[in-house]
């Protein structure tokens, strides 16, 4: 009785067990259709998110991965936290790659020992730069162009020499930039204004230029409000934080100099070229830097020249040389313009205008090739790292003398969102104008919802952006306003050079690799964002040396988003919780079974001397 009593129970155990098993089944398949539909656990947390009153500072999320790769545990995944220590003040201003030290050990042969040289990876310093003591967050734009805080650039040098020229004055606590410059002690508006006459600057067909030489970027500064973004770059050299004053005013610019290497442009890429009183030997070397510049010059571009020697015969005194120097120099000039198939177009006081063919058909001389030497690179964008040679680069070729060598480019903003020449006439392997338009389309639902979790990013909050794998510059674009400007990178390992047709876009940008330190001062960026970028690196460099190189260069309170694979950011994560980051993790927008994730970011704000360092 005892046994049937016993069967009956278990019977009814199985039944009973059955019935859980089915309905467990039928709640787990609602539930992945829920989740499939984007209505998950990502957009409740961007929900509770966009309710915060204050966006600072992202509170640390506990979640769990649901992409762990097989046989995987977390502890796999995740290590022990390492904090990093503060590095000593004295690396306030670090500038890795050029760093005045190691310079002093290259030649000063054509400015070599200005240009990049980077630590071995024994010397990489693997601490915090420390911002300076009262460090404060930058004044917002406009009046960022006109006021600095003295305590985030401590530098008087310029002030004193430079006084006469209008560049820089001290007052108080804070540099006040009158707009002045060497060639234009009256202001940069009426120097816009004279190139203005000449120049189409206000009709949009001027959007993108290159001020090489550039001092405290004024020039770039108040070409701003006429809509042109100015690519300005100056060396680290005896005027002290030019290059940082100019990022801190909120004008793109970069530490750079022409010396023996190709600059980290692609070709055919800036609508105006720009020398005030800059110093570089233009003559020199074959005409090596005029070529360059030709390079990097879109077919009808201009390029400028103010001061030595234009109209030297007027102000040879003034520049206390001799005539007969500044005459052959100009000469000089004249004959590599002329070689280059630039026309002169107005030539007035101390400022020069030419601009360069719109392609090799409509030019006389280069039909006698004889008399030019060509580059025999196939690839003129393949830039990095690259002697510099006295060769002209080849421009695409055309049907006849009327087209534009490759593509005509609409006037900006309508150039924003338009297909690329460059993808449109296949210069891009395996790209389409349909795959531009999708990936444009797929920016606009990102930002959208990076929107809701970081509700500054489209208020101005955030002036100086970078994206540190831009491709087609999508993020840019999506974002794209005058309250702020998008540093775009290109990495150098990237599989397709997209650079080209971020400036066709009406966008700037850089070629870079992310094994080495950028080009820029501490401090100088307020976002910084970054897609699929450690995916790309991995097993190509160390992860830490990327994300302490991120943090050197972002504000203290600055923001930073990293969208990439859940496994690599959880790695991502634990290293940014060591350097004093506050970080969340947020589902992909179309719901949580994506593997692609969101890690959030923000700097807390510190200032050195106030801990123990380590050398």
């Not at 022990?80 to 050990?105: G, L």
């Not at 934080?241 to 530490?255: D, K, T, W």
């Not at 991502?572 to 506050?582: E, P």
């Amino acid at each position: 009785m005892a046994v049937k009593a016993s069967s009956v129970d278990n019977r009814t155990r199985s039944t009973v067990s059955l019935c859980i098993v089915i309905g467990m089944c039928c709640f787990f398949y609602i539930l992945g259709a829920w989740q499939k539909s984007g209505f998950g656990k990502g957009d409740s947390i961007a929900l509770e998110i966009t309710k915060r009153t204050d966006c600072t500072v992202l509170p640390n999320l506990s979640f769990d991965t649901h992409h762990s790769k097989a046989g995987s545990s977390s502890s796999d995944l995740v290590s022990p936290v390492k904090k990093f220590k503060p590095c000593p003040d004295r690396y306030t201003d670090y500038t890795p790659c050029q760093d005045q030290n190691r310079a002093m050990k290259f030649p000063r042969e054509n400015m070599n020992y200005r240009e990049r040289h980077c630590p071995p990876q024994k010397e990489k310093l693997h601490c915090l730069i420390p911002p300076p003591k009262g460090y404060v967050a930058p004044f917002p734009w406009p009046k960022s162009r006109d006021y600095v805080p003295f305590a985030n650039c401590p530098y008087k040098s310029l002030t004193v020499e430079k006084a006469i020229q209008n560049w820089v004055q001290y007052e108080g606590n804070v540099f006040r930039f009158p707009g002045g410059g060497t060639q234009f002690p009256q202001g940069a508006d009426k120097y816009i204004d004279q190139l203005a006459s000449v120049i189409p600057i206000a009709n949009g067909t001027v959007r993108t230029a290159l001020d090489t030489g550039c001092g405290v970027a004024s020039w770039g500064a108040y070409l701003l409000k006429r809509n042109v973004l100015a690519m300005s770059f100056a060396p680290r050299d005896s005027h002290e934080a030019q290059v940082q004053f100019a990022l801190e005013r909120g004008v793109p610019a970069v530490i750079g100099v022409l010396g023996t290497i190709k600059l980290p442009y692609p070709s055919r890429a800036f609508d105006m070229a720009h020398c005030s009183r800059c110093l570089i030997p233009w003559g020199a070397n074959d005409g090596m830097y005029l070529m360059e510049v030709d390079r990097v010059l879109r077919p009808g571009g201009y390029w400028v020249l103010s001061g030595p020697p234009i109209n030297w015969k007027v102000n040879y005194k003034g520049w206390q040389r001799t005539k007969k120097d500044l005459e052959a120099e100009q000469n000089r000039i004249e004959e590599i313009a002329d070689l280059l198939c630039w026309e002169k177009v107005s030539e007035k006081d101390e400022m020069a205008i030419w601009r360069k063919r719109v392609n090799t058909e409509s030019c006389p001389s280069r039909q006698d090739v004889s008399t030019v030497q060509m580059c025999e690179s196939t690839n003129p964008d393949d830039v990095w790292y690259k002697k510099m040679k006295a060769c002209v680069t080849p421009l695409p070729d055309v049907k006849d003398d009327s087209e534009v060598a490759g593509g005509a480019i609409k006037p900006f903003p309508d150039r924003l969102h338009a297909v690329p020449p460059r993808i449109a006439n296949g210069f891009i392997p395996g790209v389409s104008s349909e795959a531009f338009q999708k990936d444009n389309k797929m920016w606009k639902k990102h930002v959208k919802a990076y929107s809701t979790v970081n509700k500054y990013l489209l208020t101005g909050r955030y002036r100086n952006i970078m994206d540190m794998n831009a491709g087609f510059g999508g993020f840019a674009a999506a974002i794209e306003s005058p309250k702020s400007w998008v540093m775009n990178v290109v990495p150098t390992i990237a599989k397709m050079s997209t650079l080209g047709a971020v400036y066709e876009r009406g966008l700037i940008g850089i070629y870079h690799d992310w094994c080495e330190a950028f080009s820029t001062y501490p401090r100088t960026y307020d976002l910084i964002h970054a897609s699929g970028l450690f995916t790309l690196y991995k097993n190509k460099c160390s992860m830490e040396d990327i994300i302490l190189e991120m943090d050197r260069i972002l504000r203290p309170e600055g923001a930073v988003i990293m969208r990439d694979d859940v496994d690599v950011l959880i790695k991502v994560n634990s290293l940014a919780q060591g350097m004093r980051w506050n970080t969340k993790m947020v589902d992909h927008e179309d719901g949580p079974l994506m593997r692609e994730k969101i890690l959030y970011a923000v700097k807390q704000y510190w200032v050195g001397g106030n801990e123990t360092a380590v050398a």
